[in-house]
């Protein structure tokens, strides 16, 4: 049911830069914004990233959000360990008047 | 600190309703400006949200399951509840509650820790 597509898989060597793209459309990425959350195995999601490229306070300065037309990315740099996880984008999406929409989600393994 | 609590029975039989209550601490539900949500996640799959509820108690729910799904909430309580009724093995999942700072677009900064059903008879 995802409307945000994302690449299910993505891998770095620690320190490594890896990017993650999320694309969709007009009526949600096109008109609203980003939120990125990290999924750690076994625990709830927890806020990366809003209003496109925002850190919520705690969150590291390694995680960087973008976005451009109806895609955005989320970069992690200086890769580490403790990244590996599950890492989702979302977004409003005008299309249904409120439906709020997750991307199809990235595993992220540091090898 | 705002924590949230996801509460209810953890097996359901199918064709009956799934009921889960969300226990808000650390802030008032009545507060403007939040929506108060169920997300749920399929067992090793991605993230799929259901809905919200305003403190006032206007709803949206997602369109694919809208003909099951009842948010209301309990301001004296200071809680919301989700019911999800005539349930199958699909229904089975993690449910999350968690807390939209909507008013300035700051995402789901709040998450209760989850709570699987399984629908099994």
């Known amino acids: 049911q995802s409307v945000l597509t994302q690449p299910p898989s993505a891998s770095g060597t620690p320190g490594q830069r890896v990017t993650i793209s999320c694309s969709g459309s007009s009526s949600n990425i096109g008109s609203n914004y980003v939120y990125w959350y990290q999924q750690l195995p076994g625990t709830a999601p927890k806020l990366l990233i809003y209003?496109?490229?925002q850190r919520p306070s705690g969150v590291p300065d390694r995680f960087s959000g973008s976005k451009s037309g109806t895609s955005a990315s989320l970069a992690i740099s200086g890769l580490r360990s403790e990244d590996e996880a599950d890492y989702y984008c979302?977004?409003?999406?005008?299309?249904?008047?409120?439906?709020?929409?997750f991307g199809t989600g990235t595993k992220v393994t540091v090898l | 600190q705002v924590q949230l609590q996801e509460s209810g029975p953890g097996l359901v039989k199918p064709s009956q309703t799934l009921s889960l209550t969300c226990t808000v601490s650390g802030g008032s539900i009545s507060s403007g400006g939040y929506y108060w949500s169920w997300i749920r996640q399929h067992p090793g799959k991605g993230l799929e949200w259901i809905g919200y509820?305003?403190?006032?108690?206007?709803?949206y729910y997602n369109p694919s399951l809208k003909s099951r799904v009842t948010i209301s909430v309990d301001t004296s309580k200071n809680q919301f509840s989700l019911k999800l009724s005539s349930v199958t093995a699909a229904d089975t999942a993690v449910y999350y509650c968690a807390r939209d700072d909507h008013y300035d677009s700051s995402g789901y900064v709040y998450w209760g820790q989850g709570t699987l059903v399984t629908v099994s008879s």
């Open positions: 509820i305003y403190y006032s108690g206007s709803t």
């Open positions: 209003r496109n490229n």
């Open positions: 979302a977004a409003w999406d005008d299309s249904l008047s409120g439906l709020y929409v």
